[in-house]
């Protein structure tokens, strides 16, 4: 079990979320999640649910699924070291995607809303380096649309004119 802890704190310390954080800010942070593990096709947040937990991907993948016409339209992969499901648990909103585990095993670290409190009060210095990454996932993520839409409004444009 340590062995498991030293790995994932060895992990976390090469990414974003963690990259200004020292080794015992990691060790604190861990304490307030918990690691959960998914197989292959496990949904892993439902479309209309409120998040009441977001998560950081530590292994395997996690495919996000719009509904559209009663068909699952994939729209992205969050991979190792992404975080997800931080739009409907800041905003409390009903979730417009469906999360589903890709690989087996996809382990995520979880923080769920009242972990996420208590480390708002008793670590706010590690609390704010999670906003901080939420906000630059949240932007990448704004900016892939943007771009996507961009685009697809150039290929449409284009592919109504008339050639010489």
Do not use: W
Not at 3 to 15: G, P, R
Not at 27 to 34: G, M, P, S, V
């Amino acid at each position: 079990m340590a062995q498991d802890q030293d790995k994932l704190i060895q992990f976390l310390n090469q990414t974003y979320l963690c990259e200004s954080l020292t080794v015992k800010e990691v060790e604190t942070l861990l304490e307030y999640t918990e690691v959960v593990e998914f197989s292959k096709g496990d949904v892993i947040a439902e479309i209309g649910e409120v998040g009441e937990a977001l998560f950081f991907v530590i292994t395997g993948e996690a495919a996000l699924y719009h509904e559209d016409s009663g068909r699952a339209v994939e729209i992205g992969r969050m991979r190792e070291g992404q975080l997800m499901g931080e739009m409907s648990f800041f905003d409390r909103q009903p979730r417009s995607l469906r999360m589903r585990s890709m690989a087996t095993p996809t382990q995520l670290l979880r923080l769920s809303r009242p972990m996420y409190k208590r480390l708002r009060v008793e670590q706010p210095y590690i609390a704010v380096n999670l906003l901080e990454h939420a906000i630059i996932s949240l932007d990448r993520l704004v900016r892939s649309v943007s771009e996507d839409e961009a685009a697809l409004s150039r290929y449409i444009s284009s592919s109504g004119k008339k050639g010489p």
